[in-house]
């Protein structure tokens, strides 16, 4: 049976001062997939997260979240949609940074039921109730009166997942969420993201944690000066992956 694609990426462009950071990307992720980006620093994995979400707007380019546009800017002017329309498709989208970007003046609890009551409109009583189980969940259940600055890092870390989680978003954007912990601490964040991966939460996850990204991942995209070179299953990319670029970055990084 072929699963739903829950998002489409097709033909994605993005410039900084005339200077390509995307140049041209496409796939398609199906419910349950998790989807790791590797590649080199400068690649434009960052920039890919953020033009699909659309923290920035890409200059040319499809985005399709369960089956509906979510940015289109092509020479077909057919697929003009309203803002509205475009804030309410972006709320299926989650996203979880390198440095948590939590609202430090906010304790945990605040951070988390923030979006669900301003965006969603959802009672402040329930955003709270909702809120507690995700702490509860990502193990931080006595952590709700804490503000960032009382928190080591992967408790941010993990706060800002519940934070994500609490839109109920339908795909979950990942962007080196271990890269600025200490070793100790990352496990705690990766243990969330598995127990995320075991329950098909769609996520797309740029990370250099290469056994994570091998245990965890369904596909790998290989990204190189704003294009993905390669794409393939997790089993395919790592056991037989013909391309020396790739062979090259994979040694550098097993043997870091
Ligand atoms: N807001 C911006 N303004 C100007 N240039 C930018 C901006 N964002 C990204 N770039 C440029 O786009 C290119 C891709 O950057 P990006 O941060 O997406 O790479 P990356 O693959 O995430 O790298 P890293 O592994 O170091 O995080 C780089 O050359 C970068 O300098
Ligand atoms: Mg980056």
Redesign the pocket.
Known sequence: MLSEINLKVVDLKKS??N?P??NGVSFDIHKGDILSII??????????L?NIIQI?SPDYGEVYIDGEILFSKTEDKKNIISHADMMKRKEKMGMIF?HFNLFPHKTALENIIEAPIIVKKINREEAIEEALKLLDRVGLKDKSESYPNELSGGQKQRVAIARALAMKPAILLC??PTSALDPELIGEVLSVLKELAKEKMTMIV?SHEISFVRELSTNIAF?DG?KIIAMDGSEDFFNNQKNERIIDFLNKIYHK
């Open positions: 900084y001062k200077i950071a995307i590649g080199p620093s400068g690649a434009g994995k960052s920039s890919l953020r920035e390198q962007d080196e740029v990204m704003g």
